[in-house]
């Protein structure tokens, strides 16, 4: 199953992509649509849940918006991921954060819904494993204190 998700946004552009290109693919397709319009016409979808987790644990693939909590959200479940950047957000950080977590193999970064498709496939076989890093701000603190006295 490949699953889409939007988390609380509106992109309907993502939402409508998948649902014209669902038809080709060789897989069921489920998509979070959250606030959008677009309602999908070719596959499952739904607005919102309690919990994802049992979407992730189902797919083989996850596309989603490039925020940053959904990116590091679907990582961890150690899915392949196939993050879209919504060009309609007014915060570009989006951006950023796609193009290190592309340049690092844990992700492919779609930059055209059209190319979509090939995306997916890139996903399935061209990432590595998302290995959380170990949190250093405990350290970065102590140092900070230490040169306060």
Excluded at 59 to 65: D, P
Aim: charged share 25%; hydrophobic share 35%; aromatic share 8%.
């Amino acid at each position: 199953m490949i699953f889409v998700t939007v988390g609380t946004t509106d992109f309907n552009a993502l939402v409508k992509a998948i649902d014209e290109h669902s038809q080709s693919l060789s897989e069921e397709v489920v998509v979070q649509i959250g606030r959008g319009s677009y309602e999908p016409q070719h596959c499952e979808y739904f607005r919102f849940a309690p919990s994802l987790t049992p979407y992730y644990e189902r797919a083989s693939v996850v596309i989603s918006h490039g925020g940053v909590g959904i990116t590091t959200e679907v990582l961890q479940h150690r899915r392949p991921l196939v993050a879209v950047e919504d060009v309609g957000q007014p915060e570009r950080h989006q951006r950023e954060i796609l193009e290190v977590l592309a340049q690092e193999g844990y992700l492919i970064w779609c930059k055209d819904l059209h190319k979509l498709p090939e995306a997916i496939e890139q996903a399935k076989t061209q990432l590595k494993p998302y290995v959380t890093p170990e949190c250093q701000i405990h350290t970065i603190v102590a140092e900070f204190l230490d040169r306060l006295e």
